[in-house]
Every structure is written in C-alpha cells, then in structure tokens.
Nanobody, 129 residues
Framework: QLQLVESGGGLVQPGGSLRLSCAAS????????IGWFRQAPGKEQEGVSC????????NYLDSVKGRFTISRDSAKNTVYLQMNSLKPEDTAVYYC??????????????????????WGQGTQVTVSS
C-alpha cells in the first residue's frame, strides 16, 4: 500500500516562497499520477498541480501558473511543489494524492480529485502579513 506524507507548510508573508514535499513509501512504483490539491476553509477542494507517472505531463491550476512548479525526485520517491510569489488566497491545507487505479493518468494527469485514491494527511500553508 502506498503512503504519502506531506511536509513544508508554514506561515509566509505575501510574495514569499515555500516548497512542499510529498514523500511516498510502500509500492512507490505503482502510481499513475501524483497530484497536489488544496482546500481553504469554507471552499471546495481544488486541484493545484499534477505530474503524470510517465513524467511527460504536468498540469496547473490557472491561478498558480507561472508561480508554482511541480517536480519529482524519483531516487527519493518524493514530489515537490515549489510555490513562489505566494498570495493570501493561496492559504489552504495542501494535500498530495496518488492515482493507483486510473491508468489513463499515466500519460496525462488531471486536476479533479476523483481518480486519486491515496491521500496524505495535508500540510497547512498560511500566507499573511
């Protein structure tokens, strides 16, 4: 079974940066895609970025394009989300998730949560002055 553990959240001022990490353990070769999602209080969960298992596809929420970058270190079984130029509206709990059964995501990942079936516990990101 795949386990995911997020880290790297915290409090940062507007315009600052954070790098989130998602460390995978267990059957790390069995996921088809990894995604980052976030949920702010009183708001619906939204997909922020994803990385296909093939490594050939990434996808970003429009509001984070040019500011956030997803990457993977296969040797460390870790996926990162580099977040720059952070805004107060980026404040949320950030989750990473893996798609274990949806083989279609291997070549092209998606930003809606339904195909992702293994989730981490989340890490809080707060952007405030």
């Amino acid at each position: 079974q795949l386990q995911l553990v997020e880290s790297g959240g915290g409090l940062v001022q507007p315009g600052g940066s954070l790098r989130l990490s998602c460390a995978a353990s267990g059957f790390t070769s069995d996921y088809y895609a990894i995604g980052w999602f976030r949920q702010a209080p009183g708001k619906e969960q939204e997909g922020v970025s994803c990385f296909s298992g093939s490594g050939g596809s990434t996808n970003y929420l429009d509001s984070v394009k040019g500011r956030f970058t997803i990457s993977r270190d296969s040797a460390k079984n870790t996926v990162y989300l580099q977040m720059n130029s952070l805004k107060p509206e980026d404040t949320a709990v950030y989750y990473c998730a893996a798609a274990l059964r949806s083989s279609a995501l291997f070549r092209r990942c998606v930003l809606f949560p339904a195909p992702y079936d293994s989730w981490g516990q989340g890490t809080q990101v707060t952007v405030s002055s």
